[in-house]
């Protein structure tokens, strides 16, 4: 019964492809997250949605495109891949938002990753 | 905007030693602390949060965490590791009443020899 869940695990395909990773959370979470992390371990974070609203954007090429249809589900659609795209996706969620009794504190929950690799 | 800093980008050491991974931030604002763990071919888990409180926090697998605010530091440490303990590390700081944005430190790898 995992809590989040990313599909597919492993994508491997050609430059110049259009691909999507999806995800899942049972968690009855309010945010959610993609993170990207490289060759090198670093995590940065790409993208956060709370309640199916975009709130967080970092600087990401415009080829990179979420899609949250509802807050158990954040998307990714990434046009046109390039070898620099090589790398594993994170999914994460949390529970609650900015202000209010349910404040957010940062604590994530992570899925298992999804290793795209580009040749 | 905030900032981490792991000291050490891996860290071996034997089995039953002891053990500190150093994680140093930068913030203009208080913070909330965390450490992730991520085994091989694994998503990341939590190992243990700083939010309030106590200075020294506990987690799981043995392991504590000390904030120490006049040196913006969270060094994490356990008294004796295992084989298991081997993986990499993160040190996590979000800024309170800040946005959802978790910035991660670059990872200590662990390698635990036998």
């Known amino acids: 019964d995992t809590a989040v869940s990313q599909t597919p695990k492993y994508l491997v395909t050609q430059m110049g492809n259009d691909k999507s990773i999806k995800c899942e959370q049972n968690?009855?979470?309010?945010?959610m997250y993609w993170y990207k992390q490289d060759s090198k371990k670093f995590l940065k974070i790409m993208f956060s949605y709370n309640n199916k609203e975009l709130i967080i954007n970092e600087t990401v090429p415009n080829r990179f495109s979420p899609k949250s249809p509802d807050k158990a589900h954040l998307n990714l659609h990434i046009n046109s891949l390039e070898l620099g795209d090589s790398a594993v996706y994170f999914c994460?969620?949390?529970?609650?938002?900015?202000?209010?009794?349910?404040?957010?504190?940062?604590?994530?929950?992570f899925g298992e990753g999804s290793r795209l690799t580009v040749l | 905007a905030q900032s981490v800093t792991q000291l050490d980008s891996q860290v071996p050491v034997f089995e039953e030693a002891p053990v500190e991974l150093r994680c140093n931030y930068s913030?203009?604002?208080?913070?909330?602390l965390f450490w992730y763990v991520q085994y091989p071919n694994q998503g990341l888990q939590l190992l243990l949060k700083y939010l309030s409180g106590s200075t020294l926090v506990k987690g799981i697998n043995g392991f504590e965490a000390e904030f120490n605010k006049s040196q913006t530091s969270f060094h994490l440490r356990k008294p004796s590791v295992h084989i298991s303990d081997t993986a990499e590390y993160f040190c996590a700081v979000r800024t309170k009443g800040g946005s959802e944005k978790l910035v991660f430190g670059k990872g200590t790898k662990l390698t635990v020899n036998p």
């Open positions: 913030s203009s604002v208080s913070v909330y």
């Open positions: 968690l009855g979470h309010d945010t």
């Open positions: 994460a969620s949390s529970q609650g938002g900015t202000s209010g009794t349910n404040i957010n504190t940062g604590e994530l929950f």
